[in-house]
């Protein structure tokens, strides 16, 4: 699985938007960007994930450059309880094999008051 | 969406002794599951793969006759550690694959914190 790089920190105000980047030159064309989030002492909790297109769900956007070599994770407007370590994962995609998820050391981001 | 428990949440226990942390997917059937440790301001490290019916997956540096998983049904899958030590204080923490969906996400417990005396 190709490697992630991301800042080791962000703060954010709340209510505005927290774009949390990520780094992955070396992804191949069958890899997909996953991203996570951990609040302290808890299980990380699935955020999103794209192959190559924008993605968008109730909880954040995806944006994939053209080039597929960074990312951007977007939490439109960032509340106190966002504040959390953020994952950003490449992995394949198998449907045949478990392939279980490689965490780097991720994003703390602080939603400031 | 799917939901995956892990009992007890903490525990506490002497220096030597063997504490078994719980894994189950409340609502769904999973023939994988992930064990993974978490040490104090650091990122998880995958301990094992855990599959229904078979013997579990060791990362390298994991002591497969320390740490021993056991996956006896499709929602439920243990990890006992063995004689623990204090360096085994650690965020134990397991996922379920979903395996009924085209993308066979992960899910996450909630976490077993030990602390060993």
């Known amino acids: 699985d190709a490697k992630t790089t991301q800042p080791p920190s962000m703060d954010c105000a709340e209510g505005r938007a927290a774009n949390l980047p990520c780094n992955h030159s070396t992804i191949s064309g069958n890899e997909y960007v996953y991203w996570y989030r951990q609040i302290h002492s808890q299980g990380p909790q699935y955020i999103i994930h794209?192959?190559?297109n924008n993605e968008t769900n109730e909880m954040a956007s995806l944006i994939i450059t053209e080039d597929r070599k960074s990312s951007t994770l977007i939490l439109p407007h960032a509340t106190l309880r966002d504040t959390a370590v953020y994952y950003c994962?490449?992995?394949?995609?198998?449907?045949?094999?478990?392939?279980?998820?490689?965490f780097g050391s991720g994003t703390q981001l602080t939603v400031l008051p | 969406g799917a939901v995956v428990s892990q009992h007890p949440s903490w525990v506490i226990c002497k220096s030597g002794t063997s504490v078994k942390i719980e894994c189950r997917s409340l609502d769904f059937q999973a023939t994988t599951m992930f064990w993974y440790r978490q040490f104090p301001k650091q990122s998880l490290m995958l301990m094992a793969t855990?599959?229904?019916?078979?013997?579990?997956?060791?990362e390298q540096g994991v002591e497969k006759d320390k740490f021993l998983i056991n996956h006896a049904s499709l929602t439920l899958s243990t990890l006992t550690v063995t004689s623990a030590h204090p360096e085994d204080s650690s965020f134990y923490i397991c996922?379920?694959?979903?395996?009924?969906?085209?993308?066979?996400?992960?899910?996450f417990g909630p976490g077993t914190r030990l602390t060993v005396l």
């Open positions: 994962i490449v992995r394949l995609l198998s449907s045949g094999s478990a392939r279980q998820l490689t």
């Open positions: 855990s599959n229904e019916g078979s013997k579990a997956t060791y």
């Open positions: 996922s379920a694959r979903f395996a009924g969906g085209f993308y066979n996400e992960q899910f």
């Open positions: 794209g192959l190559k």
